[in-house]
C-alpha cells in the first residue's frame, strides 16, 4: 500500500528543546492519526485529525493538518526525558481502508 | 476492560517449521491489524480484517505468510516454512472502524 514519509527518522535534542516531526503524502488524506511507542512497547494512540488545517493541543504537544490535507505536523514545546519514543503518523487514502504506518521519527532527548 | 491480547509473547522456532500467531481483539472492535517490527524499524502493515469485507493482503511479503479472522473476532497469523528473516515481532491491532487503533503486547518471534 501507499505509505506516508516521515521526516526526520532520528532527532536529538537536548531537554528543554522543542523538536517537530513531519508526515507528508503527495495524495490527499482522509484523516491522520499519531502514535507514540517508547521503546520497548507498542504503540499508543495519541490524536486523531480529520478536517483540513486542524489544529489540535495536548499539553505541550501541537498536532496539525494540513490545509490540502497531504501533510501533518507534531511539535513538542520544551522537551521531556519522558518525551523519549518513536512517533508515528498513520492514514489512509480513503476511509474504510487499511490505515498505514509511516516509519516513523524517533525522539532521544539528553538531560 | 481487557485489552489486545496476543500469544503466545515469545516464540523459538527452527527454520523451515511453521508458526501460528494468535490476536484476541477487543470486543466490539470491527478492524484488526497486523503488522511486523523488526528491531528498530517502523512497522511494516501485513493484513487488515474489517467486518466481512474480503481481508486487504496486500502487505503480506509472501505465500507462507496467511492470516483468517474466525467470527469476526479471533485471528491468527500464520507463516509456513519460516525463514531466519521472518524475525521480528508481531503486532495486532484492532479498532472501530476508521478509529484509533488498540495494539496488543505482541510476539516475539525468533527463527534459528
Known amino acids: 500500500g501507499q505509505q506516508v514519509m516521515q521526516i526526520p527518522q532520528y532527532q536529538h535534542v537536548q531537554e528543554g528543546e522543542d523538536f517537530t516531526t513531519y508526515c507528508n503524502s503527495s495524495t490527499t488524506l482522509s484523516n491522520i492519526q499519531w502514535y507514540k511507542q517508547r521503546p520497548g512497547g507498542h504503540p499508543v494512540f495519541l490524536i486523531q485529525l480529520v478536517k483540513s488545517g486542524e489544529v489540535k493541543k495536548q499539553k505541550r504537544l501541537t498536532f496539525q493538518f494540513g490545509e490540502a490535507k497531504k501533510n501533518s505536523s507534531l511539535h513538542i514545546t520544551a522537551t521531556q526525558t519522558t518525551d523519549v519514543g518513536t512517533y508515528f503518523c498513520?492514514?489512509?487514502?480513503?476511509?474504510?481502508?487499511?490505515?498505514?504506518f509511516g516509519k516513523g521519527t524517533t525522539l532521544s532527548v539528553s538531560s | 476492560g481487557a485489552g489486545v491480547s496476543q500469544s503466545p509473547s515469545n516464540k523459538v522456532t527452527e527454520k523451515g517449521k511453521d508458526v501460528e500467531l494468535r490476536c484476541d481483539p477487543i470486543?466490539?472492535?470491527?478492524?484488526l491489524y497486523w503488522y511486523r517490527q523488526s528491531l528498530g524499524q517502523g512497522l511494516e502493515f501485513l493484513i487488515y480484517?474489517?467486518?466481512?469485507?474480503?481481508?486487504?493482503k496486500s502487505g503480506l511479503p509472501s505465500d507462507r505468510f496467511s492470516a483468517e479472522r474466525t467470527g469476526g473476532s479471533v485471528s491468527t497469523l500464520t507463516i509456513q516454512r519460516t525463514q531466519q528473516e521472518d524475525s521480528a515481532v508481531y503486532l495486532c491491532?484492532?479498532?472501530?472502524?476508521?478509529?484509533?487503533?488498540?495494539f496488543g503486547p505482541g510476539t516475539r518471534l525468533t527463527v534459528t
Open positions: 470486543s466490539g472492535h470491527t478492524a
Open positions: 480484517f474489517q467486518g466481512n469485507s474480503a481481508p486487504d
Open positions: 491491532a484492532s479498532s472501530p472502524p476508521a478509529n484509533e487503533q488498540y
Open positions: 498513520v492514514s489512509s487514502h480513503q476511509a474504510g481502508t487499511a490505515l498505514i
